[in-house]
């Protein structure tokens, strides 16, 4: 079975600073993917980020970087130059056995 | 890039009649297709795993007479709620992925009301 764990139930930044939201997961298989997605209220789901298992190298899109650890099975998102449209709900998930499983999401807002 | 259409984008019922989700890949072929549910303020949950061709595969917990999926081309899958009851409002989202690939496309999800 997967588990996707998001321990900051809500995180607040700065706009222009740097913010790091936290996940951790657990699966028994060898061959898996992790993602960052945000859910704007619009509800739309839109990938952020993706990580092939077993790629050492962390991903890197533009202002959003993941710091990959996996022999802790952490999956960590780093946004910087934060922006007023980042605010969403940020979910973690990792694709494993066929199946997408996601964390309980955190809650990002953007202070002016 | 990949685009999913879900239709309707928000539904409301009375409490006894069933609705009908749609869900198709507009510029891929999706051999299979996931249907999500979702609470205010919680995550999503996977309800079921639709297949073409095939029968879909339920989550535990998830009652297939209640919710019927068909997937009957490489393009489209439907959700029915049967029988729908307040306790089935809930926001249902599908997702679409490419055949052997591990990303998914996700429609834009339907607000299901009922009354």
């Known amino acids: 079975a997967q588990t996707v764990t998001q321990s900051q139930p809500e995180m607040s930044v700065q706009e222009a600073e740097t913010v790091t939201l936290s996940c951790t997961y657990d699966t028994s298989e060898s061959d898996y993917y992790l993602f960052w997605y945000k859910q704007p209220p619009s509800r739309q789901m839109i990938l952020v980020i993706r990580q092939e298992a077993y790629k050492q190298q962390n991903a890197t899109e533009n202002r959003f970087s993941v710091n990959f650890q996996k022999a802790a099975k952490s999956f960590s998102l780093k946004i910087s130059d934060s922006q007023l449209g980042d605010a969403a709900m940020y979910f973690c998930?990792?694709?494993?056995?066929?199946?997408?499983?996601f964390g309980t999401g955190t809650r990002l807002t953007i202070i002016p | 890039g990949a685009v999913v259409s879900q239709h309707p984008s928000r539904v409301i019922c009375k409490s006894g009649t069933s609705v009908k989700i749609e869900c198709r890949s507009l510029d891929f072929q999706a051999t299979t297709m996931f249907w999500y549910r979702q609470f205010p303020k919680q995550s999503l949950m996977l309800m079921a795993t639709s297949n073409e061709g095939s029968k879909a595969t339920y989550e535990q917990g998830v009652e297939k007479d209640k919710f019927l999926i068909n997937h009957a081309s490489l393009t489209l899958s439907t959700l029915t709620v049967t029988s729908a009851h307040p306790e089935d409002s809930s926001f249902y989202i599908c997702?679409?992925?490419?055949?052997?690939?591990?990303?998914?496309?996700f429609g834009s999800g339907t607000q299901l009301s009922v009354l």
């Open positions: 998930a990792n694709f494993g056995n066929e199946k997408l499983t």
């Open positions: 997702s679409a992925r490419l055949q052997g690939g591990e990303k998914l496309f």
